[in-house]
C-alpha cells in the first residue's frame, strides 16, 4: 500500500532524485525552457515552483534556502534578479508542461518545460511574434541594383 506517498521516486535513490532536479532546475533558471520526460516535467514543476515563490522576496534567508535546494550560486542570481521581477505579480503557476510526443529510442513520453513570462508567443502582454512564411521576398529591381553596383566616390 501506497498511503501517504506523494511524490514521484522516478527510479532513483534520493541523493541522485535530488541533484538531478537541482540540475534540471538550474538549467530551466539559465535556458528558460528544457525538453525532458513528461514525469520529470511534473516533479521539476513541484521542486521549482516553491522556489520561484521564495524568490519574490529577496532576503538573505530566503536566498540561502533556495541556494541550499539549486546548490548553483549563478542560477541564484538569475532567479534573484530577473525571474522573480518578471513572476511578481502572478500569484502561482510559474511553469508550462508541454507534451511533444515519444521519444524515438524507448517509446517514452516526453514534454517541453518552459518559464510562463517568458515565451512570447502564448504571453499576450510580450512582444508578438513575427509571422514568416516559406515564400521568399522578390527583391524590387532598385535593391538589386544597389546590391550589385556598390557607390565608389571618384575625385
Given amino acids: 500500500m501506497r498511503h501517504g506517498k506523494k511524490f514521484n521516486h522516478l527510479g532513483r535513490q534520493t541523493a541522485h532524485r535530488k541533484a538531478m532536479l537541482a540540475n534540471m532546475a538550474c538549467s530551466l533558471i539559465e535556458h528558460k525552457r528544457i525538453n525532458t520526460t513528461h514525469a520529470k516535467a511534473k516533479a521539476l514543476r513541484k521542486f521549482v515552483e516553491p522556489l520561484i515563490t521564495k524568490s519574490k522576496a529577496d532576503t538573505t534567508h530566503n536566498r540561502r534556502i533556495v541556494f541550499s535546494k ?9 532567479l534573484f534578479k530577473e525571474i522573480s521581477v518578471k513572476v511578481a505579480d502572478r500569484p502561482g503557476g510559474y511553469l508550462r508542461i508541454i507534451q511533444l510526443g515519444n521519444r524515438q529510442g524507448d517509446n517514452a513520453p ?28 522578390k527583391k524590387k529591381t532598385a535593391d538589386v541594383a544597389e546590391t550589385k553596383a556598390p557607390e565608389t566616390s571618384e575625385e
Fill in 110 to 137: 516526453m514534454a517541453m518545460v518552459e518559464l510562463v513570462d517568458y515565451n512570447e508567443i502564448y504571453n499576450p502582454n510580450g512582444k508578438k511574434a513575427k509571422k514568416t512564411t516559406r515564400r521568399g521576398r
Fill in 70 to 78: 539549486l546548490r548553483d550560486k549563478y542560477a541564484v542570481t538569475e
